[in-house]
């Protein structure tokens, strides 16, 4: 799911950057500022990045990450 939102999301906000009369909120507060735009973009460029490495990520890796996470949370 990371894969299909995330490419989604960086889509519209590709859009926003284009657009200079776009409006996006950053914490709360509208802004047009091509920037934060540019910020926002590269920030959900990270889902569809994690998205493909959990998909083709090696059994044995994920194993050991998911038995580390557990032995922390215990």
Same mark, same amino acid.
């Given at each position: #799911?990371? /894969?299909? @939102? ?9 859009? !926003? ?6 409006? /996006? %909120?950053?914490?709360? /507060? *509208? +802004?047009?500022?091509? *920037?934060?735009?540019?910020? !926002? ?7 569809? @990045?994690?998205?493909?490495?959990? !998909?083709? !990520?090696?059994?044995?890796? #994920? %194993? ?5 996470? /557990? +032995?922390?949370? *215990?």
């Amino acid at each position: #799911m990371l /894969i299909p @939102i995330g490419c989604l999301l960086i889509f519209f906000f590709v859009q !926003a950057v284009l657009d200079p009369n776009a409006v /996006i %909120e950053v914490n709360g /507060i *509208s +802004t047009n500022d091509k *920037s934060m735009k540019i910020l !926002a973009v590269l920030f959900t460029c990270l889902f569809p @990045i994690i998205g493909l490495f959990l !998909a083709f !990520a090696p059994s044995k890796l #994920m %194993e050991k990450l998911a038995a580390k996470i /557990i +032995t922390r949370l *215990s």
